[in-house]
């Protein structure tokens, strides 16, 4: 186990940005199969679960790694101050912009175009990100803080 844990760490520290869009990719299709099963309680839509996945690993992952090196250059430093900096960032800036952006794209990529759009932001984007809030800045604040930067995207896209 230590040994495939090591590697790991090594290829997330060499390969960051690969590794992050992978594990996006990866996190999201198993969000969407948890949800499909468990929240929804409807059968698998497997072309929903691919779609989660390159929502993920050719989107999310990307723009949310990027997003973790320019906060790193916006605020360096390692200590709760630079954490709680980051953290604010994150949930005044990227946090609505990447719901807007997620709800958005899912609904173009199902084919129910700007419609389609209009009405998902309408009916869920505001209690989306209530929720959100009630989770994330604790989370990212604890990731920023403790997490070593080759792992922050594996628990951001969690």
Not at 47 to 61: D, E, K, Q
Not at 123 to 141: G, H, R, T
Request: proline residues 4%; contains cysteine.
């Amino acid at each position: 186990m230590a040994t495939y844990l090591e590697a790991y760490d090594k290829m997330a520290t060499e390969y960051m940005f690969v590794v992050s869009c992978m594990q996006a990719g990866i996190m999201s299709s198993i969000s969407d199969v948890i949800a499909q099963k468990f929240v929804e309680g409807s059968s698998l839509d497997p072309v929903r679960v691919l779609r989660s996945f390159f929502i993920g690993s050719c989107l999310m992952g990307p723009v949310m790694t990027t997003w973790l090196f320019v906060l790193e250059g916006l605020v360096p430093g390692n200590g709760p101050s630079e954490a709680l900096q980051r953290m604010l960032l994150d949930q005044l800036t990227m946090s609505p912009a990447m719901m807007f952006a997620l709800f958005s794209i899912n609904e173009l990529i199902a084919g129910n175009g700007f419609s389609g759009v209009k009405n998902r932001l309408k009916s869920e984007y505001v209690n989306a990100m209530l929720a959100s809030y009630k989770l994330w800045p604790a989370v990212n604040f604890i990731n920023f803080w403790m997490v070593p930067m080759q792992h922050r995207g594996l628990v951001g896209s969690s």
